[in-house]
């Protein structure tokens, strides 16, 4: 490629993460010249301020139809959609290591440049329709979190996360790369519309067999990603492992990215592709991801009754979380399915994100995650019991609360699908029902149970104003969705 043709790529469509790399390579350069014992926490505001400016230049950029990079890098609505999600996610989690001990991961330089590399590739998976821009930006964000999840290094648990973590996340990326494989080599192209091209004319029994292996095999490696059952056993244990900071980045903001990849591949190429019967591939086989998202939501939250660890029980949570919108994915035809998914995973992030404060704060008083650290926390800060316990109620889907709303458009985009799934929607709200026995556990425990400190729980200014974010957003969109 010559240098009047790199010129001549509108490269304002990469602005926002050109932002998010150069604030990574500042963090890199300047902690370079720090002294060892240098208080570094000025760099995790410098990191904020590149996701906060990246925000700010996505909202200013206007969509546009075309890409860069022979259309495998574009800026389309649903890229500026999920990116804002992604970034104001980044941005809120992001408040949360400010509130870890500062002798733990905060005085690592590191541990910033790390969150950095991670969001930017979740961005360019946004982007991407190209297999292999899609992989390197996966690939960014996995080794990026496998890192992350390990930064304690003095702690068995945290070592413990990152080997099963790295152990998994190798699996599922090798069965990922192998259905992609499959995929190139029926339409000898990596790129996404071209596959879809070609496949609208795919008429070989051998060569649709082929496709139909692609498609399981392609859905078994992201459902390892997102954490779906029978393929989330490693979850709880890095959830539990990593710092709280570390465990809401990769229940929020990494589970985005993969359901961002779900939709990418699948709703651009299989879609496109008829089955022997006539029926698009994806239709075809749709019955299957029903399997699966019923399967993820009744493991999450069978497993999440037994818990005695919130830090365990809200892992198992996200991966209930993570079957509802699997739901919606599994729903074609649906118009809903796009805003279903994408508002869903907005309440998530205010409701989950919120509770992983709450919860790292009582972690850092109490020494413990256990639920009887939450006991009485209604008689020394009551306050904070009343917004973690509206974050329970968001999880849990009490009306009025975002989640209830995010919960809602899910099961009527089940109903709405092509054709509507009426065994998924019953079960969605049998296991819905059974969430509240262990999310209503906690808050027994707060409001209900004699306290065991007499100190109010604190919070840092950062953490505090992390804490205020998602309980307004938690409630504003519960009474008002129609707004987004």
């Known amino acids: 490629m010559d240098a009047e043709t790199l010129l001549s790529y509108n490269w304002l469509l990469m602005t926002p993460e050109f932002i998010v790399l150069g604030g990574a390579l500042l963090i890199t350069v300047f902690d370079l010249f720090l002294p060892k014992k240098a208080d570094k926490e000025w760099l995790g505001w410098l990191g904020l301020a590149a996701v906060l400016g990246a925000g700010a230049a996505l909202a200013a950029t206007a969509p546009a139809d075309t890409g860069i990079l022979g259309e495998s890098f574009v800026l389309d609505p649903f890229a500026k959609m999920f990116k804002l999600l992604l970034l104001g996610s980044a941005a809120v989690v992001f408040l949360l290591a400010f509130q870890e001990k500062k002798n733990e991961i905060t005085e690592r330089s590191e541990f910033y440049t790390l969150w950095l590399t991670a969001l930017l590739g979740a961005m360019f998976m946004s982007s ?21 999840a390990g930064l ?9 996360a990152a080997m099963k973590y790295v152990i998994n996340g190798g699996v599922a990326t090798a069965i990922t790369l192998f259905g992609m494989s499959y995929l190139y080599g029926i339409t000898g192209s990596v790129s996404l519309p071209e596959m879809a ?11 649709l067999f082929v496709l139909g292996l692609a498609f399981f095999i392609l859905l078994t490696g992201l459902s390892f990603k997102i954490a779906a059952a029978p393929f989330h056993m490693w979850a709880p244990d890095v959830y539990e ?22 939709i990418r591949v699948f709703y651009t190429v299989f879609i496109q592709a008829s089955s022997l019967q006539g029926e698009p591939v994806f239709v075809e086989l749709q019955p299957y991801i029903a399997v699966l998202a019923l399967l993820t939501m009744i493991a999450g939250n069978a497993a999440a009754l037994k818990q005695k660890n919130a830090k365990r029980m809200l892992s198992y ?17 649906s118009p809903l399915m796009l805003d ?3 508002f869903y995973l907005l309440a998530y992030l205010f409701m989950n994100a919120g509770a992983f404060a709450v919860l790292q704060a009582v972690e850092h008083q109490q020494g413990s995650s256990d639920l009887p650290a939450f006991a009485g926390l209604f008689k020394t800060s009551p306050a904070l019991a009343v917004i973690m316990g509206i974050f329970l109620l968001s999880l849990a889907g009490i009306p009025g609360t975002a989640g209830f709303m995010a919960k809602l458009t899910i099961l009527l985009s089940v109903l709405t699908a092509g054709t509507p799934m009426l065994v998924v929607a019953c079960i969605m709200l049998a296991v819905t029902v059974i969430s509240y026995m262990y999310y209503f556990k906690i808050i027994s425990m707060m409001f209900f149970k004699p306290h065991q400190n007499q100190e109010k729980v604190r919070f840092r200014p950062a953490a505090a104003a992390a804490v205020l974010i998602c309980t ?10 129609h707004i987004l």
């Open 472 to 481: 307004a957003g938690t409630v504003f969109f519960g009474i008002f969705p």
């Open 340 to 342: 279903a998914v994408w």
């Open 317 to 333: 949570s996200s991966i209930g979380h993570a079957g509802y919108m699997l739901a919606a994915f599994a729903a074609p035809g």
């Open 152 to 160: 304690k290094k003095n702690d068995l648990k945290s070592n413990e």
């Open 128 to 148: 991407s329709r190209d297999l292999i821009t899609l992989f390197t930006g996966l690939e960014l964000l996995s080794i990026s979190s496998y890192i992350m």
């Open 197 to 207: 091209l070609v496949l609208q004319n795919l008429e070989d029994p051998n060569q």
């Open 241 to 262: 492992g990593s710092p709280v900071s570390v465990t809401a980045f990769l229940s929020v903001v990494s589970k985005a990215a993969g359901f961002i990849l779900l």
